[in-house]
């Protein structure tokens, strides 16, 4: 079984940063694929960021430009820095990872097997 545990979400200012981290725990697990999607109230989940255990990354349009994804592989752990927030970025951010080799360059919920529990980010204006 595989855990991912996502932390770091909180209230801030728009304008203002968050760095978000998901941590995995379970059995041996070495993830070819992380990523972050988020979903804010009445909507549905979306891409937000993903990176490959070579180090691409891949971005939705709203978030380049202010969000880096980074990852930790021998902590099998994976970051999302959030620069200049907006209130639109309001939202649950959920930490995804997937196990086997991806070729796609569309990344969306089906791309991934494990998923953590969630963590709100509240951006105010």
């Known amino acids: 079984q595989v855990q991912l545990v996502e932390s770091g979400g909180g209230l801030v200012q728009a304008g203002g940063s968050l760095r978000l981290s998901c941590a995995t725990s379970?059995?041996?697990?070495?993830?070819?694929?992380m990523g972050w999607f988020r979903q804010a109230p009445g909507k549905e989940r979306e891409f937000v960021a993903a990176?490959?255990?070579?180090?691409?990354?891949y971005y939705a349009d709203s978030v380049k430009g202010r969000f880096t994804i980074s990852r930790d592989n021998a902590k099998n752990t994976v970051y999302l820095q959030m620069n200049s927030l907006k209130p639109e970025d309001t939202a649950v951010y959920y930490c995804?990872?997937?196990?086997?080799?991806?070729?796609?360059?569309?990344?969306?919920?089906?791309?991934?097997?494990?998923w953590g529990q969630g963590t709100q980010v509240t951006v105010s204006s």
């Open positions: 990176i490959r255990s070579g180090g691409s990354t």
């Open positions: 995804a990872a997937r196990e086997g080799y991806y070729s796609g360059l569309r990344w969306t919920e089906s791309s991934f097997t494990f």
């Open positions: 379970g059995r041996t697990f070495s993830p070819y694929a």
